[in-house]
């Protein structure tokens, strides 16, 4: 049996970043190589979260690094955390607490705050230093790609890693979810999944707007969020829309949604796009010039996974040009051209679409008038503008004659009641907002 010194394993990461920069994260360097026997080198890792990237993802890199710093064919065997021997059951409802699929790189630590993600930031830091006394439930909402599950998985981290792994986390999707609750029916083991949900001290769900079409899963999880709330366990969930905005999501879960904080994420502005596009680099162990991060930032505007998907390819291309990125090679490798903005949405737009297609004056939306030919088509407006711009609700208020922000959010939450159970309404709203985002005619009669 021989030994492995750091200087060794610090030379196979060195390698690593040389060949596939893309894998590399800060934590590498700090891993326990054990031993190496019969051409196999063991090495400690300290969290399953870090196990499961490692042998998902960076298996063959690591096997070729270590055999070209070594000169040896080696390959590499990445030990998982010591935990107790307790047999396995055989639904997987019923899986350890250390498969929670958690990202290791998805930390308060590698989390970027800024405008459009702050308050969201901040309710989840509390939720995570305080589970189950402040904001419960907490309901963030926002588009694909801006952070949601990013700050779920932190506050698993950050609970887990409090508690030295004592604390009982559940994270997971919708989806599965509804797959556990199928096969516990199907297998007979409805006692044993409402014991795994109802037993935990953070109970986190991803995408939980797919609930609202499954019936009986619907059903299940409300009793399961009450036995939770009455136990003053944690409750985090996320979605793409507020409560009141899921379609066919039922009044009393709406209800029980809402008696925490419902808060939600934006987009980014530029300035958090450059300072997303910095920490992905550092987290990958490179230093971008200042322009090229500046110019991806500014050519991806949609999310943050678009940006780092653009970052990994920018470092992909790179290591074709001796690992040498600069300006004139993101523009190669993500366009030549300037950044085709997409037209913003503008309080004045939603107006002249509303407007045209319900056959009514600016003046009468911005008048007195309650009658429901005017208030509806306000209304419309006021939850267009809610959901397509970053207005505030006072501003919002304040453009159509000097309502106040509850005026706002009545109006709001009913729209979004209504869409519920009206088909015609939903496809009226979709219709108005797709013309709105392509900055089509707004003719949707």
Same mark, same amino acid.
């Given at each position: 049996?021989?030994?492995?010194?750091?200087?060794?394993?610090?030379?196979?990461?060195?390698?690593?970043?040389?060949?596939?920069?893309?894998?590399?994260? @800060?934590?590498?360097?700090?891993?326990? #190589?054990?031993?190496?026997?019969?051409?196999?080198?063991?090495?400690?890792?300290?969290?399953?979260?870090?196990?499961?990237?490692?042998?998902?993802?960076?298996?063959?890199?690591?096997?070729?690094?270590?055999?070209?710093?070594?000169?040896?064919?080696?390959?590499?065997?990445?030990?998982? #955390?010591?935990?107790?021997?307790?047999?396995?059951?055989?639904?997987?409802?019923?899986?350890?607490? &250390?498969?929670?699929?958690?990202?290791?790189?998805?930390?308060?630590?590698?989390?970027?705050?800024?405008?459009?993600?702050?308050?969201?930031?901040?309710?989840?830091?509390?939720?995570?230093?305080?589970?189950?006394?402040?904001?419960?439930?907490?309901?963030?909402?926002?588009?694909?790609?801006?952070?949601?599950?990013?700050?779920?998985?932190?506050?698993?981290?950050?609970?887990?890693?409090?508690?030295?792994?004592?604390?009982?986390?559940?994270?997971?999707?919708?989806?599965?979810?509804?797959?556990?609750?199928?096969?516990?029916?199907?297998?007979?083991?409805?006692?044993?999944?409402?014991?795994?949900?109802?037993?935990?001290?953070? *109970?986190?769900?991803?995408?939980?707007?797919?609930?609202?079409?499954?019936?009986?899963?619907?059903?299940?999880?409300?009793?399961?969020?009450?036995?939770?709330?009455?136990?003053?366990?944690?409750?985090?969930?996320?979605?793409?829309? @507020? #409560?009141?905005?899921? @379609?066919? *999501?039922?009044?009393?879960?709406?209800?029980?949604?809402?008696?925490?904080?419902?808060?939600?994420?934006?987009?980014?502005?530029?300035?958090?796009?450059?300072?997303?596009?910095?920490?992905?680099?550092?987290?990958?162990?490179?230093? *971008? @010039?200042?322009?090229?991060?500046?110019?991806?930032?500014?050519?991806?505007?949609?999310?943050?996974?678009?940006?780092?998907?653009?970052?990994?390819?920018?470092?992909?291309?790179?290591?074709?040009?001796?690992?040498?990125?600069?300006?004139?090679?993101?523009?190669?490798?993500?366009?030549?051209?300037? #950044?085709?903005?997409?037209?913003?949405?503008?309080?004045?737009?939603?107006?002249?679409?509303?407007?045209?297609?319900?056959?009514?004056?600016?003046?009468?939306?911005?008048?007195?008038?309650?009658?429901?030919?005017?208030?509806?088509?306000?209304?419309?407006?006021?939850?267009?503008?809610?959901?397509?711009? &970053?207005?505030?609700?006072?501003?919002?208020?304040?453009?159509?004659?000097?309502?106040?922000?509850?005026?706002?959010?009545?109006?709001?939450?009913?729209?979004?009641?209504?869409?519920?159970?009206?088909?015609?309404?939903?496809?009226?709203?979709?219709?108005?907002?797709?013309?709105?985002?392509?900055?089509?005619?707004?003719?949707?009669?």
């Amino acid at each position: 049996m021989g030994t492995i010194s750091q200087r060794v394993w610090g030379d196979i990461v060195v390698a690593l970043r040389s060949r596939n920069p893309e894998l590399v994260r @800060p934590w590498l360097a700090s891993l326990d #190589p054990v031993d190496m026997q019969h051409g196999v080198i063991r090495v400690r890792v300290s969290t399953h979260a870090q196990h499961r990237y490692l042998c998902q993802q960076c298996q063959d890199a690591f096997n070729h690094a270590a055999q070209t710093v070594t000169g040896r064919l080696v390959t590499l065997d990445f030990m998982p #955390p010591e935990q107790g021997g307790e047999a396995r059951v055989p639904l997987s409802f019923e899986e350890d607490e &250390a498969e929670l699929g958690l990202n290791a790189d998805y930390t308060f630590d590698y989390f970027v705050t800024g405008p459009g993600n702050r308050m969201a930031h901040a309710a989840c830091v509390a939720v995570a230093d305080s589970p189950g006394n402040v904001y419960n439930p907490l309901f963030i909402h926002g588009s694909v790609g801006l952070g949601k599950s990013h700050l779920l998985q932190a506050v698993c981290h950050h609970v887990r890693s409090k508690a030295d792994g004592d604390a009982k986390v559940l994270y997971l999707s919708c989806e599965t979810f509804t797959n556990h609750f199928v096969e516990a029916i199907e297998h007979g083991a409805l006692h044993q999944f409402r014991y795994r949900y109802r037993h935990v001290d953070v *109970l986190v769900i991803d995408d939980i707007q797919f609930l609202a079409a499954r019936d009986r899963s619907r059903e299940e999880f409300f009793h399961t969020f009450n036995t939770l709330y009455q136990s003053r366990r944690q409750i985090i969930l996320s979605a793409d829309e @507020p #409560p009141n905005g899921i @379609p066919s *999501l039922e009044d009393r879960l709406v209800s029980r949604f809402n008696w925490g904080l419902v808060v939600r994420i934006d987009s980014p502005c530029l300035e958090t796009r450059m300072a997303i596009v910095r920490k992905k680099a550092n987290l990958r162990c490179v230093e *971008l @010039p200042e322009n090229v991060v500046h110019y991806i930032a500014a050519t991806v505007e949609s999310n943050t996974r678009e940006l780092e998907g653009a970052l990994t390819k920018v470092l992909a291309t790179s290591q074709q040009y001796s690992g040498v990125v600069d300006l004139e090679l993101a523009k190669k490798v993500l366009g030549d051209q300037s #950044p085709s903005r997409p037209r913003q949405t503008g309080i004045t737009d939603i107006v002249e679409v509303v407007t045209e297609h319900f056959n009514v004056r600016l003046a009468d939306l911005q008048g007195k008038r309650r009658h429901r030919s005017i208030a509806f088509p306000r209304q419309i407006c006021m939850y267009l503008a809610r959901n397509l711009t &970053a207005l505030s609700l006072e501003e919002i208020g304040g453009y159509f004659g000097g309502r106040d922000h509850t005026t706002v959010l009545h109006a709001t939450r009913t729209i979004a009641d209504q869409c519920a159970c009206d088909k015609e309404l939903q496809q009226t709203l979709y219709q108005l907002t797709d013309h709105l985002r392509r900055g089509g005619t707004p003719n949707t009669r």
